[in-house]
């Protein structure tokens, strides 16, 4: 798969280079190899440019073309390198869905990365499937899904805010109601073209 985004990105402060992407997924995956092959500590080095921004993230892993693990975060003080570096990790070992990943896996665990725009009120004549992604906020409650995931099940924008609410631990429909608020994102969404072997070495994020 081609590094190029797949989705549309909205309002992002500064684009993500093919560079940039690589440099990420280097991370993403030197931060597995480490800790679940190596049981080391490690964390990518100071960042520059678009890596340094403080950009909120997922990590969605893929085991046979089976979800393995997704962790991500809107809001975060971290750089985008570090984010992605602490998602992937706690995608492959937090992720209460899953058993943690083995070190066996990570070989063929594939990753996807999304990085995200920031957050904003959206009505629901607005959603655009494929282009955004949805926040369900009421009280305690919130639940989020990523743009992909409606594009993948082919959903309506009704039915994407019906599994938000739902995600949110909501009613389905719930978006209908003043109470609840609803927030559109959008997200550079990129994976690496095949998983690659494990690391060994990455002079370019030196252990800590």
């Known amino acids: 798969m081609s590094l190029a985004s797949k989705y549309r990105p909205l ?10 992407k690589s440099a990420l997924l280097q ?3 030197q931060s597995l190899v480490e800790t679940i ?14 890596l340094a921004a403080c950009r909120g993230a997922f ?3 893929e085991l046979n073309g089976m979800l393995r693990g997704c962790v991500g975060q809107v809001e975060t003080r971290k ?7 602490h998602c992937a990790l706690a ?4 992720d209460d869905r899953f058993n943690p990943v083995q070190p066996g896996e990570i070989s063929e665990t594939a990753i996807e990365i999304s990085v995200l725009s920031l957050s904003k009120p959206i009505t629901p004549d607005k959603i655009e499937i494929g282009r955004h ?6 009280g305690p409650f919130r639940g989020l899904l990523l743009p992909q995931v409606a594009t993948e099940r082919n959903w309506t924008p009704e039915r994407f805010l019906a599994e938000a609410c739902q995600k949110a631990g909501l009613p389905a429909d719930a978006w209908k109601s003043s109470e609840t608020r609803i927030l559109g994102f959008s997200a550079e969404v990129f994976s690496e073209p095949e998983p690659p072997a494990p690391l ?4 370019q994020f030196p252990h800590k």
Not at 200 to 203: Q, V
């Open 11 to 20: 309002e992002f402060p500064e684009p993500i280079s093919n560079k940039d």
């Open 27 to 29: 991370i993403a995956r």
């Open 37 to 50: 092959v190596h049981n080391r500590r490690w964390e990518p080095a100071h960042a520059t440019g678009v």
């Open 59 to 61: 990590v969605t892993l």
């Open 79 to 85: 750089s985008l390198a570090q984010t992605v570096a």
């Open 91 to 94: 995608a492959a070992l937090e």
């Open 133 to 138: 992604g949805l926040v369900i906020e009421r």
């Open 200 to 203: 060994h070495s990455a002079p």
